[in-house]
Nanobody, 121 residues
Framework: QVQLVESGGGLVQAGGSLRLSCAASENISRFITMDWYPQAPGKQRELVAR???????NYADSAKGRFTISRDNAKSTMYLQMNSLKPEDTEVYYC???????????????WGQGTQVTVSS
């Protein structure tokens, strides 16, 4: 199973920016989708951004115009550029990678350990 390591979180003031990274232990070009899921305490993880194998992207309404997801297959790393951050973006951000076999089996794919993003007002 692939190992995913998130980094780039931290404390930032409202209106600021952060770039999150999700480094994979193997070539990411095979993954059908790679996603970012933020999670607040006591709440479920909710998809905020997705990039598919062909480079197509999808965003939650809350992220449109502020966040940009990208992937560098040569570096086996996915990114989330977060601009115009708001206090409500304060969550732990997890990355997820879905392999073809996992897609066929209907399972959720691999998760990283998460990186904390805190936005002060």
């Amino acid at each position: 199973q692939v190992q995913l390591v998130e980094s780039g979180g931290g404390l930032v003031q409202a209106g600021g920016s952060l770039r999150l990274s999700c480094a994979a232990s193997e070539n990411i070009s095979r993954f059908i989708t790679m996603d970012w899921y933020p999670q607040a305490p006591g709440k479920q993880r909710e998809l905020v951004a997705r990039i598919n194998r062909g480079g197509g992207t999808n965003y939650a309404d809350s992220a449109k115009g502020r966040f940009t997801i990208s992937r560098d297959n040569a570096k086996s790393t996915m990114y989330l550029q977060m601009n115009s951050l708001k206090p409500e973006d304060t969550e732990v951000y997890y990355c997820n990678a879905l392999a073809p076999a996992e897609y066929r089996e209907g399972v959720s794919g691999s998760w990283g350990q998460g990186t904390q993003v805190t936005v002060s007002s």
